[in-house]
């Protein structure tokens, strides 16, 4: 047999010491016993109380530093990072498209994405129905008007339509919300920009978003949930139709 056409198995690696002392930080961040904004102690004595050398500890604290978690600068150690809404949305965001652009048995495919978002929105646009306030409605309207306007534009009608759903995640009131739809929104607006090209959708969208709308100006959180559930699944159908493909 040819040595070359041989299935060589992936050996496992063990834990290096720095992958130890890594997990063991995050583990006393999620606990909370460390908390944003907590200064850690110096190299030498965080070696000292973990047992590890000076050089195993500045390479945990470095992989902390690249995965956000920690904020490291020279003459001031390490501080435990605060992540705010737009720094977990990119996170999440790499994460997506990372994994859109992975081997085919680590693709995140756009079915999947498009599960979440409908477990996601429908949820949002039953919430906004209780909590959006004027202002929230107001922008809704606004964008609305701004989408009616643009509908012969396809990529301006694309992101219009993005900033309408995430108008309402935004009425929530729940920053959580926001950072969920934010992670997936590259991948849906490559959708909609082929789904918004198609004859009559444009109007169908602007028709569905006005419904969505109406329901949650009448504070109708079932009402809401229904006809933001029945604007998903038709645009699920058109992109189905349309092949059910990006490029």
Known sequence: MNAENVQYPTLQRSPTLSDRVTDSVLQLITSNALKPGDRLPSERDLGVRFGVSRTVVREALRSLAAKGVLDVRSGSGAIVARV????????LRLFVQGSREGADGDRVEYEQINDVREMLETR??????????????DSLRDLHDRMKAAKTDVELSSSLDVAFHRGIAVATHNPLFVVMLDSIE?????????????????????????QILERIAARDPEGAEQAMNDHLADSRAVWRRLGGTVS
Not at 124 to 137: E, F, G, K, N, P
Request: aromatic share 0%; hydrophobic share 45%.
């Open 186 to 210: 590259p991948a849906l607006l490559e959708i909609r920009r082929k789904t918004l090209g198609s004859p009559g959708r444009p109007n169908r969208a602007l028709r569905a978003h006005a």
């Open 84 to 91: 705010d809404v737009d720094t977990a949305s990119q996170a």
């Open 124 to 137: 949002v646009a039953r919430i906004a129905a209780r909590a959006a306030q004027d202002t929230d409605l």
